[in-house]
Every structure is written in C-alpha cells, then in structure tokens.
C-alpha cells in the first residue's frame, strides 16, 4: 500500500512539474514576443527626435521662401497646418529670422 503511494504521489507532482515546464516556457515564449515589440517601439520613438529637427528646418525653410518670394500658396499652405508666420525682423536678443515660423501648440 505504501508503495502505490509513493507511486501515484510522484506521478501527480511529475505531472505538475511537465505542466509548470510548459507554462514557463509559454511565459518566456510571451515575453520575447513583447520586448521585440517594445524594442520596435523605442526605435520608432527615438527616430522621432531627428525626424523632428527636419521638419522644423524645412518649415523654417519654407517660410523663408514664402516671404522672399512673396508666394501666398506656401504661407496658406503653413498656415493651413497651424505654423504662424512671422515677417519682422532679428529682434535683439532673439533668433528669430525674418520670415520666421513657429509652430501652434
């Protein structure tokens, strides 16, 4: 009788432990998927920064055209997504250019 005890004790905690196994190797399974996402993520977010300094340059750059040459369809075209323009000119103290843009927040 103490025998088929032991027996059937270690197949239940045999059992267990398979199960345990194969949830934790699921588990892992899960996280990798997760931190490749999370890596994805990170790199589109910190590729933003350099993307950002582009767009305020060739906004800076527009604007600085749009005043030079006088061209009304690229000031409406700036204004019409929230950059206000600016015509004045280098006020001391200050880098704003003249045909200087800022952008709405």
Do not use: C
């Not at 025998?3 to 398979?18: R, T």
């Not at 604007?63 to 409406?76: H, M, Q, V, Y």
Request: glycine content about 6%; cysteine-free.
């Amino acid at each position: 009788m103490d025998e088929k005890l032991s027996y059937w004790g270690s197949v239940i905690f045999s059992a267990i432990a398979l199960i345990l196994v194969i949830v934790n190797i699921s588990l892992a399974n899960s996280n990798a998927t997760l931190q490749r996402d999370v890596a994805t993520r990170q790199s589109t977010i910190n590729g933003g920064a350099s993307l950002s300094q582009l767009n305020q340059s060739l906004i800076q750059a527009l604007a600085t055209a749009a005043f030079k040459n006088s061209n009304l369809e690229i000031r409406d075209l700036l204004t019409s997504q929230g950059i206000t323009l600016r015509n004045d000119v280098n006020v001391p103290g200050t880098d704003a250019a003249p045909g200087s843009a800022v952008k709405k927040k």
